[in-house]
């Protein structure tokens, strides 16, 4: 399925689990709250594993259902087109479990409860901004630039209200859980995005090493029946140019490169078709 038309993404499927979690949980007056929320010391004392995920889909604070809805309903789905189907949702998924894990090991000891998705929410719009702020601004593209700018103010916006509704409100047990979840939600999203620029780093060096022996024709080279009509008739209106071959819009992933540089390997440059031999150009323009 073409990720342009899809409408409903993973994120999306766990804020609408949620947002019908707090449903439930109101009419039932807290019931679903008390059985679900994550207790460490119930993790680790009676063995209610399944606390270590089930705690994220009930509500938390008001700023942390708001930031929820924020991150998981308009921004996840961003991040979500720049991987498969299954790796994104396999991410928030351990994240969550993780996130889980580490509370109930770090406060088994105390009465602390945690639930909400602030963490999640926290990982998603870090992710989002250390990845689109870098090419929105370097592309000069004031709409993305701006969304970008924007995400960063929801989050600094969500740190104040929690400290003014701790002000007027205080519960230290409530700060001490919405910090904590931010803290790790940033903490996973700078981790994820090192590990990312990692990754692209050693496959832009294989891929630096293995083009240069296989120079890559210009768009007019791949095709002789064009190069001839340009001998013999000169340029026509209609004739393509380099853009033409060029799709902006072309999404370019690790994965169809490293097919490319595979069948290299195997067979060698003469094996590969016009698309091929173009989309190395491209994409090594885009390394400059």
Not at 54 to 62: A, D, I, K, R, V
Not at 131 to 159: C, D, M
Request: with cysteine; proline share 4%; hydrophobic share 45%.
């Amino acid at each position: 399925m073409n990720n342009k038309t899809r409408i409903l993404y993973f994120s999306h499927w766990l804020l609408i689990i949620s947002m019908a979690a707090i449903a439930v949980n109101f009419l039932t007056t807290n019931m679903l709250y008390n059985k679900l929320v994550l207790q460490p010391s119930l993790v680790i004392t009676n063995f209610e594993v399944w606390r270590l995920f089930t705690y994220t889909f009930l509500p938390g604070t008001f700023e942390g259902i708001l930031i929820s809805i924020f991150a998981l309903g308009f921004i996840s789905f961003n991040i979500e087109n720049k991987f498969n189907k299954i790796a994104f949702p396999l991410i928030l998924i351990l994240l969550i479990c993780l996130q889980g894990t580490l509370f109930s090991l770090f406060f088994w000891k105390s009465n602390r409860v945690f639930s909400g998705m602030e963490g999640i929410s926290l990982f998603i719009i870090t992710l989002y901004i250390l990845l689109e702020f870098p090419n929105k601004t370097r592309q000069f593209k004031t709409h993305a630039y701006s969304s970008v700018v924007f995400t960063g103010l929801i989050t600094i916006l969500w740190f104040v209200s929690v400290m003014l509704h701790h002000s007027f409100r205080p519960n230290e047990e409530a700060l001490s859980a919405s910090i904590t979840s931010g803290s790790f939600g940033i903490s996973a999203g700078l981790f994820i995005f090192l590990q990312i620029k990692i990754t692209q780093y050693f496959r832009q060096k294989k891929f630096k090493a293995a083009v240069p022996a296989y120079p890559v024709p210009e768009p007019e080279e791949l095709s002789m029946a064009h190069k001839y009509k340009k001998e013999q008739y000169g340029t026509p209106k209609y004739y393509p140019d380099e853009n033409y071959y060029s799709d902006s819009d072309e999404v370019y992933t690790e994965d169809r490169l490293n097919e490319i540089l595979d069948k290299i390997n195997e067979r060698g440059k003469e094996s590969l078709s016009p698309e091929e031999l173009r989309y190395l150009r491209d994409y090594s323009r885009k390394l400059k």
